[in-house]
């Protein structure tokens, strides 16, 4: 009794035989309640995580290009120097490729040249006698190499004197207010060039249906004009929640975040720029021993043939400019993988429906469970 | 009539039951061969996707250091300087980590010096008064900062005066044709040391293979010097599908992209670079407000204690160096989870199979379906 | 002798009805071991996953912004130049966001003017007649424009005249040893600001819990003092594997890799910099044609109206700091994602103790099996 047909011929090779689980088909409105709602609630789940992290896309990131331009003048009136007009040369002496630096504090010192000097008193270069000083010495706080003798700094005080460029610059803090306060006026231009390769897709921060009289004399404004690439320093200093007068004494580091979230679908098709800013640096000047931003530059010149420099020490604001990106399209590759990587929950669900039958099958008479084991004939 | 045996005693842990799905076995060409169809196109697809993606391979991401080096002079013949030459000291003064700037047209304004003078015309400056100056005032494309005289800008107009460098620089459009149009013919060796850290392998653009003298002479050519890491820039300009007298005379963005996939398994072992070049910024000059690359630094001096300086507007390519790497190497951890991803697909599989074979049952006879229940023994 | 019950009537919709796998549950000592010996290896390899590569964390990479100030003084002592002191203006003149540079070797050329001079003699300079040489010619290495002139360069050589900055950069090799070796005691204070935008952390390498006296003389050192911001520069050439005295004569390029491997949790909370060191270009200088690290800048004079400069060559070490980071935070959708994806695991399980409980079966008896097909009935 055998059930013989033509599948038997081919049983060595096992190719036309057919294993699967053998169904157990339960009438019973809750059992079939369960399943449909936990059936439902999954696929509830896996839709919402497809349509709310967009898991049909293809993502691709940024490659980004900026250039920035500052632009604007400030004056200064002090009792060392005079009326000084400071332009964009003056100010912002490097350039860098995401970055720009506004000086908005300097302490200047004159007609350095190279020679010997005392060095400025502080713990380590107070001496009284020859004695106090080694020649050669220098350590991390030394503005020169000492020469091994003790010479007068100032009437009461009298220092190692140091092989340096001379006179040392002597002041230890930036004044205050700021020199350059006026910088909070200054703008800058900055273009950002973006590519998705995935996608060869470009676009840049001016946007193609912007009017050209239009950015002539648009400011960035986060509500008013959110796409306009000109920003006001004091602006941008602002919307990272900083005060520029305070900032402009000692120096600090702002980024400058550009946010593209693409969308390139043709229906929701939308590639705009977003910009935030933000203070990079810590900001409680005072929890710090070594506060804000500062570096020195010198100008070198020569006079009947000695070289001769003004040094600048520049506190000021350096601007990160930081381009974040992404974008999506709809891929079908995608979409399947995201469907096959839920498919281990659907498999949860009907394991756990098998306990909870067998379970439920348990209670109900312990005769009904038997016939589940191998052995069913012996019964 | 319950099967007895060893197993028994242990029935309170539950320890020695074992549950499993009861198999039903069928005889039939037909759902054979479709199971087998099945489950073949499916280890196919598992299999090209291995072998295309490379699935079965660990992933590092490059650390990379590029340093570079400019070579190359020109000469200019200006009426307003006579004949000049520049060096790489002149055109390059900038040098940063990942970038180099190569200037090919200049404004120059020699000669400046803090003090007064009139403002360049445009809408806003112009005066016929005092009273249409105003002490103090200064806006994004002032000079400098105004005095609130109003003085004769030449012969038939008249301005504000300002405070700033003068002269002021008067030139808006840069020269055409370019003045250091022969850049084309300047070179620039690109040094590219890339690290995987995971793999601990290092590698240079360099290749240990390369010859010393073919070195010093080669010139990189996709096709006949694919692997020379010095490169004309006329050519680079010209990968990038721009005319280099066209970009020469406003500036642009052009970068040099060095791709490393490397393939770090011992018999396909493979780790070359491959330069491709691309424009970075907006091309159409017409299209845009602020085209080009330009900035302005100067060179101070001091004259009988006066100080001036001759301000440079450089306009110029800035070629950005970047760097792509990837790295794969066979690993097994790599391949178990890739298999184990796979395994959800086949469980789709013998679903789907399962609602095929109750399918094919209800039709053929409606009480071999029947015994399926949970209630067999009731029939 | 069908079931009947309430869930008869819903059955068109086929709402009421529930399918699931019929199960089989054999008492078997073996087989009961062989799956929960299976379950208990794969649930211990899959918490062994979990624990190790803390998989129930989210994670955030670092945004990270970096100043460096270095500090030091040398003094060098030439037959040419006699004593001259070099500051941090003089030996760093490039600023850069996240690299320094730190001259150690010079080779400087004084008083170089516009004008004509004899080139430097190498091959394709030198000449004997005027016919040698090509007005408007030059190549890579030379220095100037040819005027087509041959000329004297010294008693026994001419070489062709060119238009260049003149006197022309005659040394080749950089001076050995290095004039700036001293540069090994300057040291260096990296400020680094870290943030995690997702967790809205932020953190510094200079920590809270250190005192301000301790910074003001610490120095890094690997085992005693690992979170001291200020590093000498011969220490870190030194955890780099490198010898100062070596690399500061040709220079090379450094990498400051600082790395914050950040557990947020509360009760694991650990956010600390890493610092490690390691020479990122090539070492070996005889193995290459272009080694070390060197670029020219010069500084610009004038006396009496005629524009000089001084050119410097400066060959020194390129320190790049390099910011790595990884925060991760427990997270329960991150859970809940890593044991769906383990869930494969399982149903691979499942399925091999389906084959295997057939493969049992077949050799106990035949007859065992046979019920197993779609027509039990027939039996």
């Known amino acids: 009794s055998l059930p013989r047909g033509p599948a038997m011929r081919c049983s060595p090779l096992n190719l036309c035989e057919y294993e699967t689980s053998k169904l157990v088909r339960i009438k019973s409105v809750k059992l079939g309640s369960l399943k449909w709602a936990l059936n439902g609630v999954i696929l509830l789940v896996i839709c919402i995580m497809l349509l709310w992290n967009k898991e049909y896309q293809e ?26 007009v400071w332009d964009v040369v003056d100010y912002s002496p490097n350039e860098e490729k995401n970055s720009f ?20 008193p502080h713990y380590g270069t107070l001496c009284r006698t020859d004695n106090d000083c080694k020649k050669g010495l220098w350590d991390i706080r030394s503005h020169g190499v000492q020469t091994g003798v003790c010479v007068k700094f100032d009437v009461t005080t009298k220092t190692c004197e140091v092989s340096a460029w001379c006179p040392i610059e002597n002041t230890k803090k930036p004044p205050r207010p700021a020199l350059l306060t006026s910088a909070e006026n200054f703008t800058v231009l900055i273009k950002n060039n973006i590519r998705f390769p995935a996608f060869n897709f470009i676009r840049r921060n001016i946007l193609p249906e912007v009017d050209g009289n239009y950015l002539k004399k648009c400011i960035y404004n986060q509500r008013t004009d959110p796409y306009c690439p000109i920003f006001r320093l004091g602006d941008v200093v602002q919307g990272a929640r900083e005060n520029f007068a305070d900032i402009a004494v000692e120096g600090g580091v702002i980024g400058i ?25 810590e900001k409680e000047s005072n929890r710090t021993l070594y506060p804000g931003l500062n570096f020195r530059f010198a100008r070198y010149y020569t006079e009947n043939g000695v070289e001769s420099r003004t040094l600048y020490k520049a506190f000021g604001i350096r601007f990160d400019v930081m381009v974040f990106g992404k974008a999506g399209k709809f891929s079908i590759v995608q979409l399947i993988i995201y469907i096959g990587s839920t498919l281990s929950y659907y498999a949860l669900v009907s394991d756990t429906n098998q306990i909870r039958v067998v379970k439920q099958s348990k209670k109900k008479s312990l005769q009904e469970v038997k016939p589940l084991s191998l052995h069913p004939r012996k019964v």
């Open 59 to 84: 993502y691709d990131l940024v490659v980004s290009s900026v250039t920035t331009k500052v632009k604007g003048v400030a004056q200064t009136n002090t009792a060392d120097f005079g009326e000084v």
């Open 101 to 120: 630096f506004v000086a908005t504090n300097f302490i200047v010192t004159k007609k350095q040249k190279q020679g010997k000097c005392p060095e400025v």
């Open 257 to 281: 975040q550009i946010n593209w979230d693409c969308d390139l679908n043709r229906f929701f098709n939308s590639c705009l720029p977003k910009y935030s800013f933000r203070r990079l640096d």
